[in-house]
């Protein structure tokens, strides 16, 4: 079955930097868009970033632009969250998930999703 594995969270102090990862398996990883959620405490799942299956393109949420950076290896099945210049309110469980649909806004609760990685970012 299909997995998405992320890894990488932790705790961190404002202005730190951390690299989450997501490793899949059990789908075509290279004809998948893949992207980033998080949720902090009391609020609604929100988009972070993503990037299309051959890497050509990605996308940003406006809070975390200059700041985060989104990579995939195809041979490795596995895409990454580079967070640099981080702050408090960066502070939720980050989600990977996976979508054959093109662009930031083509993710489905019934896409494939990990069990998510806690960041905290302490001031």
């Known amino acids: 079955q299909v997995q998405l594995v992320e890894s990488g969270g932790g705790l961190v102090q404002a202005g730190g930097s951390l690299r989450l990862s997501c490793a899949a398996s059990g789908l075509t990883f290279s004809r998948y868009t893949m992207g980033w959620f998080r949720q902090a405490p009391g609020k609604e799942r929100e988009f972070v970033t993503a990037?299309?299956?051959?890497?050509?393109?990605?996308y940003y949420a406006d809070s975390v632009k200059g700041r985060f950076t989104i990579s995939r290896d195809n041979a490795k099945n596995t895409v990454y969250l580079q967070m640099n210049s981080l702050k408090p309110e960066d502070t939720a469980v980050y989600y990977c998930?996976?979508?054959?649909?093109?662009?930031?806004?083509?993710?489905?609760?019934?896409?494939?999703w990990g069990q998510g990685t806690q960041v905290t970012v302490s001031s």
């Open positions: 990037i299309s299956w051959s890497g050509g393109r990605t």
């Open positions: 998930a996976a979508s054959l649909r093109n662009g930031a806004s083509g993710f489905r609760p019934n896409d494939y």
